[in-house]
């Protein structure tokens, strides 16, 4: 393993630098997206419930790989031009929204409701009752399976490696098919996997300790 490593650091690193950016901007977007379709599921319009409902159980239900294959296949076909890295980005933000957004769902539906009482009966609106009392409280509560979602996001990054992706795992598969030393290969690839993922579980246990029992 350490003969792969120092022979195929550049590749590596390349690959760990793809994982990253990949993993930076679909847990940004997963974020963001997960949270609008959770909004949209406790919804007092029963058409925006049925919206964010049917988004989140369609893409729960459809494998990740299927999903990002057809952003790399059916969108450059019939739309834009867009490379492996792109595709495998968006296929993974899309897929990870609907898990977070059952997550943040899930969180708001823990606040008690007189909390949205409350602040509805000092003047508030709606959305500003949501945005500063119920979301802040309701990330608070679901910082650990938030945290085991970005995990996995960073882990099932490895779906860019069948679309070109020249990820890690895109990387590894090069390697392997060149060194003909896949054991050695895809041990190394794990280790950079750690590198990534272990900090980011020490740093959702501190936030945990830090917020959840404040």
Known sequence: MITII??????????LGYTLGSSVIALIGSLVIGTVFALMEISTYKWVRGIGRTYVE??????????????YVIVPTFFVKIDGFTAGTIGLMIYT???????????????????????????LTYSQAMIHIILPQAVK?????????????????????????FDL???????????????????????FYLIITMPLSYLMRYLEKKWVTA
């Open 169 to 191: 795992m895109y990387q590894g598969k090069i390697i392997a098919s060149t060194t003909f030393n896949t054991f050695d290969t895809y041990l190394a690839v794990g280790v």
């Open 6 to 15: 120092t022979e195929h650091w550049g590749e590596l690193l390349s690959g």
């Open 141 to 165: 509560m679901v910082i650990p399976p938030l945290g085991n979602q970005f995990i996995n996001l960073v882990k099932n990054s490895s779906v860019l490696a069948f679309v070109a992706g």
């Open 58 to 71: 369609i893409i729960r239900n459809i494998p990740l790989l299927v999903i990002t294959m057809g952003f």
């Open 97 to 123: 929204s609907a898990f977070i957004a059952e997550t943040i769902r899930a969180g708001i539906e823990a606040v008690s409701t007189g909390q949205m009482e409350g602040a509805r009966s000092v003047g």
